[in-house]
């Protein structure tokens, strides 16, 4: 019965997609979203960082999330963010941006691509870069 009823959640539960972005040799990003979203509803875009050890990711300049200029979907607001007692990002939480598909998209498969901007320091030798990760994923738009 238990299994039974455990079957059942899972399957009402959204389902998830990952893709791990590794071109940066200081961090690695994994981007976690939705598999399907509905036309009027908001996803969320959960990118999670790990940096290499005596690196770390700063919160201040903002992270910065731009899609592809005719892009079927608009980021909604700010990122949500956990920061550490340094001001610096928390990597225990990932940085959150809502996403909407726009008006007028179609349903059914869609490309969503783009583009994360983010700043990362050497804590031992004080140097800081900007970052730019591009990603490209596919969600369904559903009704």
């Not at 990952?18 to 979203?37: D, F, G, M």
């Not at 969320?44 to 903002?62: D, M, Q, R």
């Not at 909407?100 to 998209?105: H, I, M, N, V, Y």
Request: with cysteine; aromatic share 12%.
């Amino acid at each position: 019965m238990i299994s039974v009823i455990f079957s059942v959640v899972l399957l009402l539960l959204p389902s998830t997609e990952k893709r791990i972005y590794s071109e940066n040799e200081h961090v690695t990003v994994e981007l976690q979203y939705p598999a399907t979203v509905a036309l009027t509803k908001s996803m969320n875009l959960e990118f999670s960082f790990s940096p290499v050890e005596g690196i770390h990711v700063n919160t201040n300049p903002a992270f910065e999330m731009k899609l592809e200029k005719n892009s079927l979907f608009e980021v909604l607001g700010a990122p949500q963010l956990h920061k550490d007692k340094n001001a610096y990002l928390d990597a225990d939480h990932p940085v959150v941006f809502s996403v909407k598909a726009k008006s007028g998209t179609a349903t059914g498969k869609q490309v969503l691509k783009g583009k994360l901007f983010y700043f990362f320091c050497s804590d031992k030798d004080g140097w800081c870069n900007r970052y730019s990760q591009s990603f490209e994923i596919t969600i369904n738009v559903s009704r």
